[in-house]
């Protein structure tokens, strides 16, 4: 969230949008959601300016991605469950993931598939809200 909220005080905002969030996730070294959204060709120069995905969101991306990791029994905050998150918001991110031959529901799916390698309390599903 540090970066997403870099981007936006770079951008001019004073909010943190779905573009911010999904940018810092594409750009992070070593995470989780990082790897995946890679693996599925969603890459930082894929995403739009700021238009389609400019809304505020912060709040209601973060409050989804603590139900969704409390809905799957994790303690942990992580990357991907602010990619649950993201997903959550609507259709922001539709055309992203259709220009990837992806739907929200698979996307759903693979990042669940991806959270059910790791334990729960795992040291891997790092705090992605520092």
Known sequence: MQRANAMAEADGHDYI???HILLALTMEDDGQAHDLLHRLGITADIIPLPAPL???SKTPIVEQSFAEAERLGHHVVGTLHLLLGL???GEAMDPILESRSLSRPRMRSEIVEELKRLPPESPQAEDALN
Do not use: E, F, I, V
């Open 17 to 19: 949008s779905t573009r």
């Open 54 to 56: 400019g809304k505020p």
């Open 87 to 89: 997903l959550a918001d």
